[in-house]
């Protein structure tokens, strides 16, 4: 079962450690806390069975200020069950660790801990807010897209920038979706209905099952579905509405079948979708395998030039970067796409380093006035470090590598998290 090793095997213990030594300078203007959250089961029964980003929660954080890096914190996230393990995002000045599926999010304090389950988005049908739920930055709104298996129907969750329920729209399906992510602009939500779904209560692919987008208004109403070739999708990188009244979406797609218990089985590659009154033109952008695709955030909604994704060894395929031979390729590495131009770089890291999702640290007005950060497991130290890149010199040197005393494991969501 490799996803209980190697960069994916789970810690035993909780650290803290403080006054964390740093290579090269973390900018003074970053003051705040980077964290990540991820699956990290222990006491695993039956390994072979085991489903990657089932079991304990664990979120990994760093607080930097005033050009230090003042300490790292890993927590489980202690509550009954499945704790949730996907993201970790602020709302109304209050931190919390997020799941799907109807499992609701942990609210944690300043220093990681637990304070305990939580109804960020709940509403009267029992959904809350899923993993991916997406701020708007014009609003300070929380918007989801939740589903629990069973439910013949998904909600769509307003919660306003006080952290109260605005709005619960219900969008009838034919059956549960697996939809971990969607997609919003200023006027639209955008989900997808693809073969993988529910079967009773077993996520599965079902390739007699119809892939189709719907188009929704924000303010609810009736949904827009329209066919698209049977894919699996990922996640979003951003969806903006065009002048042109269509809506423009970029998303991570893979071809089916594809196996949830499994997902590093999968070849991910960057789409570009277009819907229009009454069809989806479907256009590759990057052929080469990627995920986590992330944006700076102040852009999200909105029409946008670039964007962030990760080579990673999730999938271990190699990722070659143009104009290099295919024996140069590699599996780790950050992409930088200019979708204007449409042109990449690609900062590559150690033929035996992990890297994961990169999270946007805005720091002006420009969109890519700032810094990417991640984890990187470093092996030379058995140990993770916590990488810092500028976005307008993405191929060059870090600016700083915050070095960790244990190793991260390679996990899913988070976020960077400015002091305000």
Known sequence: MRYLEGHFAPVNEEITAYDLPVTGRIPAELNGRYLRNGPNPLGVEDPVVHIW???QGMVHGVRLRDGRAEWYRNRFVRIPGFAPMVHVIEHAQRTFAMAEGGLPPAELDAELNTVGVCDLGGTAEGFTAGAHSKHDP????LHSLSYMPGRDFVQYIVTDAGGSVAQATAIPMTRTPFM??????????VLWDTPLGFDGF???WLPEHPA???VMPRTGGDVRWLDIDPVHVSHTLNAYDDDDGSVVVDVVTAEGPFDPAD???IRPVLDRWTIGPDKVHQRRVDDRPQDF?????ARATRPYRYGYSAATALYGIPFTPEGMPS????TNALVKHDLQRGTTEVHRFGKDEAVGEASFAATGQGEDEGYLLTYVHNPLRNASDLVILSAQDFTGEPVARVHLPVRVPLGLHGNWMPDR
């Open 53 to 55: 980003g089932m079991g």
């Open 138 to 141: 014009l609003t300070g709104e």
């Open 180 to 189: 971990h992510d969607f997609a919003l602009t200023g006027n639209h939500v």
């Open 202 to 204: 077993e996520c599965r």
């Open 212 to 214: 189709r987008v719907g």
């Open 263 to 265: 997902p590093g089985a």
């Open 293 to 297: 695709p992330r944006v700076n955030d």
């Open 327 to 330: 024996d140069d390729a590699f």
